[in-house]
């Protein structure tokens, strides 16, 4: 072991303050239907159209466009003899109404099939999406630890959920949009000729009235029931978040008897969810009642514009029903907005929330924060019209002030701040070496380690001791590349052959083999061999107790946590690894297998850094890194070290 301090004390600079947080962007603005919303959807949507899989995308896209206008025309086809049949009946005319009669029970026979098989490959279409999107996130999710630095970071709120949910809803509903907005045109091409040649007057009024529900639609509920409905999903995944919490942590919560502490929590959680949905379904009663006056006042129109003419002779009834066939037709895809305009809102509000994941883990271009939630609207409001109040007051007063006011004193000089721009580098190298360290907390709250420079030889072992909270498991997770807030580098053998032991051991949902082999999937050792390392962790009846080496269990409920220290230890014995990072891994043992372990573990000839409290360990170490608070540090020899009392 190498230092540039020897054992002295390394003085640590002046901690500078943390900056404070900024205050509540008033101008922050929910997702609307607009350009932003839409480079957003693009931004999620576009590589599968032009990456790997786009000849199945647009060949699937083709499928259903073609099955789509089928349907167009066999619906078109169905309206005419509809017509047909009541003008034949109108005229008494026999032969002329079972003929039609006879059509349309053939077009059905067509119709029924494409019916079904288009909505069947609508569904499979958005099933192979959600595929592979879902695919695209995890990789960006599991790659470069993105899932440690979100719930580290915090800044994103149920990436699970955005992921599980979100991504379902985004490849259904933006399927589901595509192909009534195609299908729209489709029908308005075909139902327009029908109409346009029965009355002009008709297709006039269509489309005027069609622009103006449109506009008052989006002018007047887009922006508050997008905000509300993203809300609404945060909301949900919070109190979601609290009971999966719950459930997680019952036995802790349970010997605690916090069971009415957790209940306020989720009280408080749904009492947000249903807060907000209370002010979503207001929201949505008033568009509620637009869209039905919108869509009840249509049902008279064409009836009070043809009437006139058929009750002149000049036009048949049939071809009057038709009419209003084809009217219907044509207004559902003119006014297609308004009648989706809640799920619309509900769709818009999911991409804003995929685009902002896909901005942390596929390196999408940062484009704007999620919008405030509405008790921050609110308050923002209320504080712009105190300020104006106070501005208009103000506007009213002497601006010179009174001789007995004292200038009030010029703000003190603020210590330096660290920068921000630098992180911790990594580099892979023959052993473990340290050059420079400084280390933060996150977003460089407070000053932990300054300046240290440190190099561990084959087969040392390096004991990190300070009082509680003085950052020596932050010191860990730099080492481990976890953390990069700070200045430095770290050098460290290649990844495969550095092992990192926690306290609280990951026992993931499998059987024993895969929980002594973790996190490789596969071995070389025989079960012969795996068997004799769970007798050198002192674990030899483990595998006879539960069944075998493929025996499945929840091994985090089945294991106290000194069998899963031991396990853990195991796992260690079967990678062989160069370099060991123990976070207080022997925490949960006894002496003497806590002695055991890290003697045989000392026995496989690996480097070794680990935090302990006990003086018993340092008999396993050659040397100790004594944290001192505000970045100072000393290392020490470990023979002769004595801990502080």
Known sequence: MSSSASAAAHPAAATAAPAPAAPLAASRRAPTFSAAAWRQFMSVAKPYWLGDKKVAAWSLLGLLVLLMLCETQLAVMLIDRTGEMTSALAAKDRDRFWDAVRTCLL?????????????????????????????????????????????????????????????????????????IFVGAGMQLVAFSTVLWSISKVLVAFLAVYALLGTVVALWVFGAPLIRLNFWQLRREADFRFGLMRLRENAESIAFYRGESQERAQLDHSFQAVFTNYARLIKRQRSLNLFQRAFSQLTVVIPAIILADAV?????????????????????????????????????????????????????????????????????????????????????????????????????????????????????????????????????FGRLLVKDLTLELQPGDALLITGASGCGKSSLLRAIAGLWRTGDGVVQHPPLDEVFFLPQRPYMQPGTLRSQMIYPARTTALDDAQLLQILNDVHLPELAERVGGLDATRDWEK????????????ARVLVRQPRTVILDEATSALDGANEAALYERLRASGASIISIAHRPAVLAHHTHVLQLLGEGRWALHPAEGFQFEA
């Open 311 to 443: 009750l002149s002779g000049d036009m048949e009834v049939g071809r009057a029903i038709q009419a209003a066939g084809a009217f219907a037709a044509v207004l559902a895809a003119v006014s297609l907005i308004v009648d989706n305009f809640e799920s619309l809102s509900r769709f818009v509000a999911g991409i804003g929330r995929l685009d902002t994941l896909a901005q942390a883990l596929l390196g999408a271009p940062a484009r704007r924060e999620e919008p405030a939630a509405p008790e921050a609207v609110s308050a923002a409001r209320k504080l712009r019209r105190q300020q104006k109040r106070e501005s208009r007051r103000q506007r009213g007063t002497p601006s010179a002030a009174p001789a007995s006011q004292a200038t009030p004193p010029a703000p003190a000089a603020k210590a330096a701040a660290p920068d921000t721009s630098r992180e911790i580098q990594a580099r892979e190298g023959e052993r473990l070496a340290i050059d420079g360290l400084t280390l933060y907390t996150p977003k």
């Open 107 to 179: 077009v059905l026979g067509f119709a029924v099939p494409v019916y079904a098989f288009y909505y069947y490959m609508r569904d499979a279409f958005s099933n192979h999406w959600r595929r592979w999107l879902t695919h695209r996130f995890l990789d960006g999710y599991l790659g470069g630890r993105r899932y440690y630095e979100l719930n580290t970071q915090g800044g994103i709120d149920n990436p699970d959920q955005r992921i599980s949910e979100d991504i379902n809803t985004f490849t259904g509903r933006s399927t589901h949009f595509l192909l």
């Open 558 to 569: 089945q294991l106290s946590v000194g069998e899963q220290q031991r396990l853990a230890f």
